[in-house]
């Protein structure tokens, strides 16, 4: 096999992997509603399809990341994808949404190991100075399976039923996870110090491994993604009070563990960087802010102006799109102004869609809604790309892995966030009346009404965006300019040039790492 196909198999795994995650989430959002009327569940059950998913991966990301810095991304990569396909045609099978629930919980599982190992196969495949035109062709594939997702499942429910989104990614699944056993990746480990006897060998992989940090670190995220779910039904109740007092309690336990061991999960000294805290600042600012305005302009398209999904999806696609054709661009915009100033602008741009989306009303016009999610995609796509390149760039190889995950982690996290705080929003400042008229978001609530309390949270998400440009600011500045030749990379060795993880550049990393997306 040439070097040129092997880089090229390598590729196309990635992308499809990474497709495959961001299609499934989607497609599921538009087949719930009619697998709660097949299986007769309930609300709560049916929102615990995308919750028991959404914990599991937000809980095992660092970790998984971590078993990629061990034992290789490919390998992880190999058995999540495969994992993801077998439950998938499980949940396609399922005979009640019990086993909906718990197969979602298992895909999580198999989808945390296999979204940190699609950026590691190619950091392992492609020289660093040669990834940018792979992880753009990846951040463009990615952007175009969120645009179609709602498009394709609404089709497949319309015409299959809810089943068929799931066996829609089984067969693309199970191939590319044979692709990703028949060709090898080149793993980049460091060479021991010297050679330990077999004990000491497993005593070392347990340590190197940190099990208690991975399961308080799991405990904490559980608890938090529970909470953040539950609040904004039930308010604050002993059960959120407690899933509360428990994350900030296995939070402290895990920070001890961190300090006290040899070779912590997460090293503190690694998430304490000043550009590394402002970057996941800025990508849980970011992503809670999109995702909160989304949630909500969805319901104000679909409900108060009474448009059909498609007109909705066709009003939203100026964000899909501007996602596509930003990412090149924003890597490009980070090498020649630097991490602070396109991300501080991206920040910006952001906060401006969402105060366009705010003013918006029951004879709002097409362009106007259209030129909100503008705004907001140009933004939000910016932002993923150049805060996930600083995490990148900030980690060592050893912790490439762990990095991913932690940046995926806040990725996850975010957008719960955001929904929460947008959900609890509407709730409080949405009267409800005996109204005899049409009711939007819920039991008698009028239009207007809707509007109104939208405009408002809208403007509290517009603020929270507004500290996400702030934090911001300690992003490092634009590229400093060096006359020392680069070394030269290979495929086998990529990765192990620069150990501690730092380049002559000023908190920059190489212009194709710059383009990693959030969707990952």
Known sequence: MTALLHRRLILAGSIIGAVLVALDGTVLTVAQPTLQRDLHASFVQVQWTSTGYLGAVASLLVFAGRLGDRYGHQRLFAIGILGFALTSAGIGLAPGVGWVIGLRVAQGIFGALLQPATLGMLRATYPRDQLGMPIALRTSAIGLSAAAGPVIGGALVAHLGWRAVFFLTVLPALATGALALAVRVPV?????????????????????????????????????????????????????????????????????????????????????????????????????????????????????????????????????????????????????????????????????????????????????????????????????????????????????????????????????????????????????????????????????????????????????????????????????????????TSTARDGRDGQDGRDSQDGQEPAGVATVTAAE
């Open 188 to 488: 980049a480990m460091p060479a021991p110090s010297r050679a330990p006897s077999a004990g000491a060998v497993d005593r070392s992989l347990a340590a190197r491994l940190d099990l208690p940090g991975a399961c308080l670190l799991a405990v904490t995220l559980l608890c938090l993604v529970h909470t953040l779910v539950a609040l904004p039904d039930s308010g604050w109740t002993v059960v959120t009070v407690t899933g509360a007092v428990a994350a900030a309690a296995a939070c402290g336990a895990f920070l001890r563990q961190e300090r006290r061991a040899a070779s912590p999960l997460l090293p503190l000294g690694f998430l304490g960087s000043p550009p590394v805290a402002a970057a996941l600042a800025v990508l849980l600012s970011a992503s809670a802010v999109m995702f909160g305005a989304l949630f909500v302009s969805t319901y104000f398209l679909q409900d108060v102006l009474a448009l059909d999904p498609l007109q909705s999806a066709l009003r939203v696609l100026p964000l899909a799109v501007m996602m596509v054709l930003g990412a090149p661009a924003a890597a490009v915009l980070q090498r020649r102004y630097g991490a602070r100033r396109t991300t501080v602008t991206a920040m910006v741009l952001l906060t401006l869609g969402v105060l366009v989306l705010s003013q918006l009303d029951q004879v709002s016009t097409a362009p106007a809604i259209s030129g909100g999610f503008l705004l907001l995609g140009a933004g939000f796509g910016t932002v993923m790309v150049t805060a996930t390149a600083v995490i990148v760039h900030q980690a060592s190889v050893e912790h490439a892995g762990v990095a991913g995950g932690l940046q995926q982690t806040a990725m996850n996290t975010g957008p719960t966030l955001g929904v929460a705080v947008a959900t609890m929003l509407m709730t409080l400042m949405t009267p409800t009346v005996a109204a005899e008229g049409p009711s939007v978001g819920g039991p008698h609530r009028t239009p207007e009404a809707f509007t109104a309390a939208m405009g408002t949270t809208l403007l509290v998400l517009a603020s929270l965006a507004a500290l996400g440009a702030l934090a911001a600011g300690a992003l490092p500045r634009r590229t400093k300019k060096t006359g020392a030749p680069q070394r030269p």
